[in-house]
T-cell receptor, first 114, second 110 residues
Framework: KAGVTQTPRYLIKTRGQQVTLSCSPISGHRSVSWYQQTPGQGLQFLFEYFSETQRNKGNFPGRFSGRQFSNSRSEMNVSTLELGDSALYLC?????????????FGSGTRLTVV | GIQVEQSPPDLILQEGANSTLRCNFSDSVNNLQWFHQNPWGQLINLFYIPSGTKQNGRLSATTVATERYSLLYISSSQTTDSGVYFC????????????FGAGTILRVKS
């Protein structure tokens, strides 16, 4: 079966702009979560969506937002970009812990803010 | 919140050697996964192992949930094993999320 698809793979944006990243989960997976990876902070949880509802949110400013559509695809948006938002953004899908296989991650979107 | 600690932070091996990576966590967890991050950044799922022992080829993992630790064994290492290994524990409160350790950077030399 197809894996988790993230688009785009690479992105360069200017400070102050906004960006939207997309994630298509594995077919049948209803939980989608997002993570930010930076050299200084490691892998940090951003938020989780399940059946179009945000169930959990990490400790990030309100500039970071997301949504999930009825087909389980998810988008995350970062507004008013700052240099510190440069990171690898990873999306994961799961059956919400019921399938015994855990989380499957996409290839990520590498965002550079200049 | 829960703390996840991995050791060692760095490891250099000669090809063919064996190694053990450790993951300690500070509280009870719903499950634990081991990942290998490839050079392109993707996290590859190695094991989903909330408890017990699992093996997959040259890799095996053991989680002792009551003592809050997990071990990842790599036998007969190959250069393709190089990369960063992460353990992550799942927290289920107000939804699900993974809390990651800082990772172990493994370099296998030929």
């Amino acid at each position: 079966k197809a894996g988790v698809t993230q688009t785009p793979r690479y992105l360069i944006k200017t400070r102050g702009q906004q960006v939207t990243l997309s994630c298509s989960p594995i077919s049948g997976h209803r939980s989608v979560s997002w993570y930010q990876q930076t050299p200084g902070q490691g892998l940090q949880f951003l938020f989780e969506y399940f059946s179009e509802t945000q169930r959990n949110k990490g400790n990030f400013p309100g500039r970071f937002s997301g949504r999930q559509f009825s087909n389980s695809r998810s988008e995350m948006n970062v507004s008013t970009l700052e240099l510190g938002d440069s990171a690898l953004y990873l999306c994961a899908s799961s059956l919400a812990g019921t399938d015994g296989h855990g989380y499957t991650f996409g290839s990520g979107t590498r965002l550079t803010v200049v | 919140g829960i703390q996840v600690e991995q050791s060692p932070p760095d490891l250099i091996l000669q090809e063919g050697a064996n190694s053990t990576l450790r993951c300690n966590f500070s509280d009870s967890v719903n499950n634990l996964q081991w990942f290998h991050q490839n050079p392109w950044g993707q996290l590859i799922n190695l094991f989903y192992i909330p408890s017990g022992t699992k093996q997959n080829g040259r890799l095996s993992a053991t989680t002792v949930a009551t003592e809050r630790y997990s071990l990842l064994y790599i036998s007969s290492s190959q250069t393709t094993d190089s990369g960063v290994y992460f353990c992550a524990v799942e927290i289920m409160e107000y939804g699900n999320k993974l809390v990651f350790g800082a990772g172990t950077i493994l370099r296998v030399k030929s």
